[in-house]
């Protein structure tokens, strides 16, 4: 489009296209910008739009010398177009005229050479010269070729004289008899000859010739031929056969090809035209083509190229493709199956047509004739249809399949790679499409079926090319009309009723770009496929259609959820309300409800609250049920289909009747209403025929405004006085003031029950508005329960069994609360008791307070039992000094039990607070005890003054050990540090506070708790003696490793630690410490206490009792006991002795015995287990009989009954209560039984139930609970046949067992472990060749651990030691006479020695519903050691839980040595107790506090944006508010915490949480690309607010991508158009532009930004005609689309008018 010289008759007449098209035609040709939009300068012209075209043309015209042509009509509207004189003035081009008169040339002679010369011509890229001379070169059209000349004489010689440059010419001829003038240059000479260089650039394509000349004579014979071929940039090479590479030029064809070993080896190579449909235009001969296959190593090997018709395969394939020209075949030899794979090229004229080589990949031969079974829901293909699939074609279904193919029993996907199978389709007309097949993690294949046209298709699976399936698959795909709108349909609610017909209306619509104008759909009913399932079920349905409706009717006849599913011509109808997830049909459909009809008793009226204060609001439901209380949507659903009209109405106090509601078979919802009187209005909810529904009439009670709350007062709450009158009272506040208006008696209610169950009458006054006194006079003596509740009718009337009709959600529990404390346990007392001081009275230490124990009795001096809280003791009530002190909680005198339920006690404890605070003149101070608010005791208490630094009874603590340790001291004892013997501690250490040390592994219980399993009363957990302390020094004097019993005539070791009231060791002063011992027949002893030489702070003493029973031990400092005494003991005989509990069933046994020994003497065989006639044989430790019983229980459970006895024979006695021997069980093969053991102290019987499982003597041990289980007696119960002869009951060979510590659970490393190896039931000798033992370290088998073997002095077992070193599992093999014992080996568990864990916890405190993160250190001493941390239990206990909630313990790989971290989520505020045990081992527990989470309800979201760009980084702010809207204070705030996650589409943002100093929470996070982001806040598990909060993330505009235009000049205006980095236009504004223009001087000129919302932004400025501008334009701070850039403002002489500027135009496009 020259200036000028475009044809007017060539305009296409869009003024817009054509005004572009010039534009385009300027940037092209003249580089004239575009600076502004076509759209612009057609419909809003002006005069410097125009003028800027003109002026960039006349500055080109004017440089370049062209003169427009004379417009085709000249009027006077055309003049100003000849203002352009000066382009017209402008003659450079005649000053080129010496150009034109380059004559002289044709004149010049070329010099001739004195003799004839010959040319030689080489060219390698042309094959010049040829191998013989005679064929003609070859040559690329497309490029440049250098052709050398050399000239010698007709003898071959150099020419003696140079020839002269100027009279050699070279001259190609193409193939049309064109002839052309190639560049000839000398080039270097070479060994004495100057060869001449041509340059050859060939125009024509096929036979060119080249002559050289020599002063104008060939010097060649004949001129030398060359074929020029061109290779066209788009032509296509695609290869067939063994090989298929469909892709142009194998740019994209990078996958590799899979090739049979024993496959087809021929390839042919085919040629297309890239850009057109047609073959090349050019034949591309043969000869420019060529293959090789290069392999592994690198090398290549040529392959032989043939014509297509050069075999019968050949032609084949040329017939297959004949769309395509093939050029050539070739063959893979054979030899290259050899090789995993190689690479084939195919070249140009020397250039690869392929991006790189294709990849070759032979494999095994491919299977044929495999079976395979398919699956796809779009195509129908299920289990049950192999035959034959069907799909839509172009539908919106996912064509997919998954194919199971076995070779034999191995899936296809294992044999061969994804990329050798291909999925082959092959449509109706026998056109074939592959697919890419995916193997799945199941090994089943996954390939997509895409047709393009409807009908029968089969579907095959190829392996490397070769066909693998049996039976291909067939599928038929059906069109559906291009007219159907398959968008989301929306059927609203649908609902029906049991046995009511219904119908479901479906809208159907034409696809249309108008929503609004839709045109509707017909179809037949055959086009939709309808199907509703009730679970399993198919419910029957009729179809009508008619123009843009289907109509879907059924009955249902059952309840419950109903799906709907329907295809329209094969593919499903989506529907807007359809559930995200699929039905149990695997299909979506939409989900409607089937209802039974309307039952109105069963309809539920709620009113919520149903206690409000006046001027708040209630909501009334009424929401109807069928008869099963399911929710029906409406009440419509009834089978007659009338209507049903609910009113709803309100009984005031005052009688009147306020009607709310009236409504016809709506449900009636959060209908509000807002009282205006106080007391109990009635809302009454009737049909139309006057009857209420559900529970109607319900109470709503409307009290005063303000915070309401209740306190319950008086004795009569806690106890009362047989035939007194006991009181108490209930008052209710308003905001802490009293009520000004009475409630009356029916606000609050009390019910109180006797121990017989008999109701108590209760009266009740309102003395005063709000304030009830309550007084009753109990007839009956024992606890009572008190019941006390405000408002009760409502929650009486109102509740309802599911929670769904409770009226009552607010109520009283957030307006008035609970009376506190209700239902109250009430004691009435029989009689007022008396108190009676146990002991002398204690004196009050004024630093340290005291203790007073005292009993309560009755008129008989009889003790009696009272709740210690109804117990109130008071100081000094006399003294005024006391009397007016500010006392406070601390000062509260506490009353704890003692003793047991048979003979009661109380000690009662005055605080050193309350004690710090007697004058020092007082001497003593009366003490007043009050029983149930009466006063039954005053007594003078004398008080001392004296420091911590002196004893203290309350940190000294006692141990008793059942031997008595020798008098040797041990040398280097550090007496600070000896705080406790080592009895004290027992076996193994001692255990936590008020427990007590454990038995053998836990040493001595702690106060008030009686003896614990294993072990005598004795020390609190705290002891401190250090190993080598007294532990050594008073160690028997021979070590017995095993537990040992109290027993008679064996002396008993206490140990007394002395400390002060700092909980310091003290030295020991025995004066002060006095012991009384009472024995089993009640006698007293005194033994004196003795200081342990080198253990200053321990006291000794030993007795001797005489006879068995219980032993109470009595240890006061300075006449107050010590921490945890009284020591209770059980003193046995030295053999206890297991005899019948009757003796004269022994007798009754003994008779049996004989007369079975008389019975027949037949031979019976064995029977199973157990016998027809079983016996159970009871004998004692040698073997007499005990007991004897026949035929057990059906079931086979036996129970024995025994008694225990001295060595005379005499029952046991003096057994504390709750003493229970513990019982082990074991039969005759070792294995341990679990039983039921039940115990009488007073007369020694013991009963033992467990069911035997097979015949034999089973061993019967009895343990002692209070000493670690240690055996007292042992007895044999045996299950015998008692049919069977006598010859069969032949004692069964010795089982040998081992027991003990060594072989059983956990042992520490680098200490003696001992094990015991003996025979069960009657004791056999036992010697040490008998026993084999060998300890195995799992972790290192070779290691060899010594083993100790000791026989005992009585030859009936032997004792086993070994010292196990490393840590890890170890297993114990033990054997006797060759053979292992039972339940062996034994698996062991080697822990570190003295192996602790303390728990560590990470943050001050722990929010509700925030993960806390406990860490958890293991300690071997105070060396950190790491422990498997399936080895350390922790649980936590929130506060008012009845049991600990296990927590998972791991090692993370952050974790130090020795360290483990658990985590748990607290659900409730306060402090959590956490309970750790390492290996089995409790440790000390650990208090997490748990403060209150921010109220979700409350807390606010504040600067949560719901629009954002890709590019911002979006911010907000929690402020944190507790549960009545107030904000928490900053301090409390930072300490909690909230859950906040960002989640994208297919990602996630990690947000950046910080505590601002204000308490608020600052959120921030960036989006990681443009869409919907969910933003989740959650504080204690519960979301925040509105959350989860939809947030749309817009791509912001990219500067790089956005152009800038300029519309005008002089008073410049600037488009900038925002766009993504997609390409895609912005339509939103709110994007950062900036705009910078400096002039010359580089001074800025001001501009206004203008945003139009719509994307564009416009910037004005004013310049200077004539001046240039620097412009850049900044789009969210980066610089726009070819910014910056100079913008020049033209000069203009002269406007022109509009007219003016079309015509102008005009002549740009002639």
């Known amino acids: 489009m020259n200036p000028g010289a475009f044809p007017l008759a060539n305009m296409t007449g869009d003024c817009v296209a054509d005004i572009q098209a010039a534009m385009q035609e300027g940037v092209d040709k003249f580089g004239i910008p575009l600076l502004y939009r076509a759209v612009d300068m057609a419909e809003n012209p002006d005069d410097l739009s125009l003028m800027t075209y003109l002026s960039f043309f006349h500055k080109y015209a004017t440089e370049n010398s062209i003169k427009p042509q004379p417009m085709p009509v000249a009027t006077e509207e055309t003049e100003p177009v000849e203002e352009e004189k000066p382009a017209e003035e402008e003659k450079p081009a005649e000053e080129e005229k010496p150009a034109e008169e380059e004559k002289p040339v044709e004149e010049e002679k070329p010099v001739v050479p004195a003799e004839k010369l010959v040319a030689t011509v080489s060219a390698p890229t042309l094959g010049l010269p040829s191998a013989d001379n005679k064929a003609p070169g070859l040559g690329n059209l497309n490029k440049e070729h250098d052709v050398a000349v050399l000239l010698r004489d007709e003898a071959g010689k150099t020419p003696q004289k140079p020839v002269p440059a100027d009279s050699v010419k070279a001259v190609l001829t193409s193939p049309s008899g064109k002839t052309t003038e190639l560049k000839v240059a000398p080039g270097a000479p070479t060994d004495g000859e100057v060869p001449f260089n041509i340059t050859v650039k060939p125009e024509e394509s096929g036979l060119n010739k080249i002559d050289v000349l020599v002063a104008g004579e060939s010097a060649l014979e004949k001129p030398v031929q060359v074929n020029f071929v061109e290779a066209p940039k788009d032509l296509t090479l695609a290869l067939h056969g063994a090989i298929e590479s469909e892709k142009d030029n194998g740019a994209s064809d990078t996958e590799p090809k899979y090739l049979p070993r024993d496959g087809p080896r021929l390839v042919a190579a085919g040629l297309k035209n890239g850009t057109k449909e047609d073959k090349p235009e050019n034949k591309i001969p043969l000869e420019a083509f060529q293959a090789v296959v290069i392999l592994p190593d690198g090398t290549e090997q040529a392959l032989k190229l043939e014509s297509p018709n050069s075999s019968e395969e050949a032609k084949k394939l040329h017939e297959e493709h004949s769309d395509e020209d093939l050029a050539f075949v070739f063959q893979l030899p054979e030899s290259l199956a050899s090789a995993d794979n190689v690479e084939v090229d195919v070249r140009l004229l020397g250039e690869s047509v392929f991006d790189k080589p294709l990849k070759i990949v032979f494999v095994d031969p491919a299977p044929k004739g495999v079976k395979a079974t398919f699956a796809s829901e779009a195509l129908g293909l299920t289990p049950e249809n192999q035959a034959r699939g069907v799909g839509v074609l172009k539908g919106d279904k996912d064509n997919s399949v998954v194919a199971s193919v076995l070779v034999g029993d191995k899936p296809l996907g294992e044999l061969y790679p994804a990329d050798a199978i291909t999925a082959v389709i092959t449509n ?64 609203g609610d649908i609902f029906g009723t049991v046995g009511v017909p219904l119908s479901i209306e479906i809208p159907l619509t034409e696809k249309s770009t108008n929503e609004n104008k839709k045109a509707p759909l017909s179809i037949t009913p055959e086009d939709l496929k309808v199907q509703i399932k009730n679970g399993d079920n198919i419910v029957p349905t009729q179809v009508e259609t008619s123009p843009g409706l289907a109509k879907v009717s059924l009955t249902p006849t059952e309840k419950g959820p109903h799906v709907l599913d329907l295809e329209l011509f094969g593919t499903p ?161 308003s905001s802490g003031e009293p009520l000004k208006s009475a409630l009356g008696p029916s606000a609050i209610k009390s019910v109180l029950t006797s121990p017989s169950g008999d109701v108590v009458p209760v009266k009740v ?82 630093v340290d307070g005291s203790r007073l124990e005292f009993e309560l009795v009755d008129e008989n001096d009889k003790p009696i039992s009272v709740d210690p809280s109804l117990i109130k003791l008071s100081l000094g009530n006399l003294i005024p000094e006391i009397k007016d002190a500010n006392l406070s909680p601390e000062d509260e005198i506490t009353v704890s039990p003692l003793g047991d339920a048979s003979h009661p006690s109380y000690l009662a404890t005055i605080p050193s607070h309350l004690a710090s605070k007697l004058p020092e003149e007082l001497n003593s101070v009366p003490l007043q005890v009050e029983v149930a608010g009466t006063p039954v005791l005053e007594e003078n208490i004398p008080i001392s003054h004296k420091s911590n630094k002196d004893v203290d009874p309350k940190h000294c603590t006692v141990a008793v050990s059942p031997s008595s340790p020798s008098k040797v001291a041990s040398p280097s004892v550090d007496s600070s540090k000896a705080d406790t013997p080592k009895e004290a501690q027992g076996q193994k250490g001692a255990q936590g506070p008020k427990g007590g040390a454990q038995g053998p592994k836990g040493g001595a219980q702690g106060p008030k708790g009686g003896a614990q399993k294993g072990g005598a009363q004795g020390a609190p957990a705290k002891v401190d003696a250090p190993a080598d302390a007294p532990a050594k020094a008073d160690a028997p004097a021979k070590a017995d490793s095993s537990p040992q019993n109290f027993v008679v ?64 031990i009595e240890v006061a400092a300075n006449g107050s006991p010590i921490e945890n005494s009284p020591v209770n003991v059980f003193v046995f005989p030295e053999k206890v002795l297991v005899k019948p509990v009757d003796p004269a069933k022994k007798q009754k046994a003994a008779a049996q015995d004989s007369q079975d020994a008389g019975d027949d003497n037949n031979e019976k065989k064995k029977k199973p287990f157990p016998p027809e006639k079983p016996c159970l044989l009871v004998t004692d430790a040698t073997g007499d009989k005990i007991s004897e019983e026949h035929d057990p229980k059906p079931d086979f459970t036996v129970t024995v009954g025994v008694q225990l006895a001295d060595e005379n024979g005499k029952p046991l006695t003096g057994f504390p209560e709750g003493f229970v021997p513990a019982v082990k069980v074991l039969t005759p093969s070792g294995q341990s039984l679990p039983n039921i053991a039940e115990f009488d102290p007073k007369d020694s019987e013991l009963k033992v139930t467990y069911q035997p499982k097979e015949e034999g003597d089973h ?41 003990g510590p060594g072989v059983e659970g956990t042992v520490e490393a680098d200490t003696p472990a001992l094990f015991n190896v003996s025979s069960e039931g009657t004791p056999v000798p036992v010697t040490k060749d008998m026993v084999e033992v060998k300890v195995e370290n799992l972790k290192d088998p070779k290691q060899k651990i010594p083993v100790t073997l000791a026989v005992n002095p009585d030859n ?93 313990v791991k090692k993370l790989p952050s974790d130090p040595e020795g360290t483990l971290t658990a985590v748990f989520t607290p659900k409730i505020p306060g402090d959590h107790v956490v309970y750790v045990a390492v290996f089995g081992k409790p440790q000390e527990n650990k208090k997490i506090p748990v403060e209150e989470a921010a109220d979700p309800e409350h807390t606010e979201v504040v600067g949560l944006s719901p629009n954002i760009s890709d590019t911002e980084v979006a911010t907000f702010q929690l402020v944190p508010k507790d549960g009545t809207g107030a904000p928490i204070p900053a301090d409390k705030a930072k300490k909690l915490k909230f859950d906040v996650s960002v989640k994208g589409k297919r990602h996630s943002v990690s947000p950046t949480i910080s505590v601002l100093p204000d308490g608020s929470t600052n959120v921030e996070w960036k989006p990681k690309k443009s869409g919907n982001y969910l933003v989740k806040i959650k504080s204690g598990g519960e979301h925040v607010g509105d959350s989860p909060y939809m947030v749309k993330v817009e791509e912001a505009a990219s500067a790089e991508v956005s152009p800038v235009h300029i519309v005008q000049t002089m008073n410049v205006n600037i488009n900038v158009q925002a766009m993504t980095k997609s390409g895609q236009l912005r339509t939103t504004g709110g994007d950062k532009v900036e705009m910078a223009i400096l002039d010359s001087d580089k001074n800025e000129t001001k501009a206004e930004v203008t945003d139009k919302g719509t994307g564009e932004y416009c910037i004005n400025f004013t310049g200077e005609p004539g001046s240039e501008y620097t412009i850049n334009a900044l789009i969210n701070g980066l610089p726009a689309k070819d910014c910056p850039f100079v913008f020049k403002v033209p000069e203009f002489s002269k406007k022109i008018s509009v007219t003016e500027k079309f015509r102008a135009l005009g002549a740009l496009f002639r």
Do not use: M, W
Not at 697 to 723: F, N
Not at 1055 to 1077: C, I, R, Y
Not at 1099 to 1104: G, I
């Open 573 to 733: 109808v989506p529907f807007s309300n359809s559930p995200s997830d699929a039905d149990a049909t695997g299909k979506k459909g939409t989900p409607f409800n089937v209802y039974g009809p309307l039952d109105l008793n069963n309809t539920v009226v709620s009113v919520e609250p149903s206690i409000i204060q006046l001027g708040e609001e209630v909501a009334i439901s009424v929401i109807p049920r069928d008869s099963d209380g399911q929710v029906l949507p409406s009440f419509s659903s009834i089978p007659t289909g009338e209507k049903v009209e609910i009113e709803v109405v309100v009984d005031t106090p005052k009688g009147d009747k306020e009607t709310l509601s009236k409504k016809s078979n709506a449900k009636v919802e959060n209908l509000k209403f807002v009282p205006n009187l106080l007391g109990k209005h009635g809302v009454q909810v009737t049909d139309g025929q006057k009857s209420h529904v559900g529970k109607s009439p319900i109470d709503l009670v409307v009290l005063p405004s303000g915070k309401l709350a209740v306190d319950a007062t008086g004795d009569g709450l806690k106890a009362a006085i047989l035939g007194k009158e006991a009181k108490f009272a209930v008052a209710i506040s």
């Open 1356 to 1448: 009936k077992s032997v004792d086993v030691t070994y010292t196990p070193g490393p840590t890890g599992p170890h297993r114990v093999h033990v054997s006797v006479k060759k053979t292992p014992v039972p339940n062996g080996p034994f698996d062991v568990e080697v822990v570190p020695k003295d192996i602790k864990a303390q728990v560590e916890e990470g943050e001050e405190s722990s929010v509700v519903g925030d993960p806390t993160e406990l860490k958890v250190k293991t300690l071997a001493g105070d060396k950190p050691v790491d422990v498997d941390p399936s080895k350390v239990k922790i649980s936590v206990t929130p506060p008012g839980a009845d049991a600990p909630v296990p927590v998972k």
């Open 428 to 491: 109706p007309e026998g056109k074939q499409t592959r697919s890419p097949v995916t193997v799945l993690p199941d090994n089943t294949l996954k390939f997509e079926v895409a047709p393009e046209t409807v009908g029968d298709h089969v579907v095959n699976l190829e392996v490397a090319g070769t066909p693998v399936l049996e039976e291909p698959l067939p599928i038929a795909f059906q069109d559906i009309p291009t007219n159907v709108d398959l968008n989301a349909v929306d059927l």
């Open 1049 to 1112: 005539g064996k002396p008993v070791h206490v140990t007394v630690a002395v400390k002060n009231g700092n909980d310091e060791p003290l030295n020991a002063e025995p004066e002060k410490f006095t012991a009384v011992v009472t024995l089993p027949d009640g006698s007293k002893i005194s033994p004196s206490f003795e200081k342990v030489p080198e253990a200053e702070n321990l006291l000794a003493l030993d007795f001797t009792p005489t006879t068995t029973g219980a032993v109470k």
């Open 1259 to 1299: 061993k019967v041990q009895v343990l002692d609970p209070t000493n670690a289980g240690t055996p007292i007696a042992e007895f044999n119960s045996s299950v015998e046949d008692s049919d069977a002869p006598t010859s069969d009951k032949v004692s069964p060979p010795p089982v040998f067992v081992a027991s």
């Open 765 to 846: 006054e309102e003395t005063q508005p709000g304030v009830f006194s309550f007084s009753y006079l109990p007839q009956q003596a024992g606890p009572h329960v008190l019941s006390v509740a405000t408002f009760p009718s409502v929650d009486e009337k109102n509740g309802d069994k599911d929670g769904e009709q409770d009226g009552n959600k607010k109520g009283v529990k957030e307006i008035v609360g609970p009376v506190a404390g209700s239902p109250f346990s009430v004691t009435c007392l029989s009689t007022l008791p008396k108190v009676k001081i146990i002991g002398k009275i204690p004196e009050i230490n004024s």
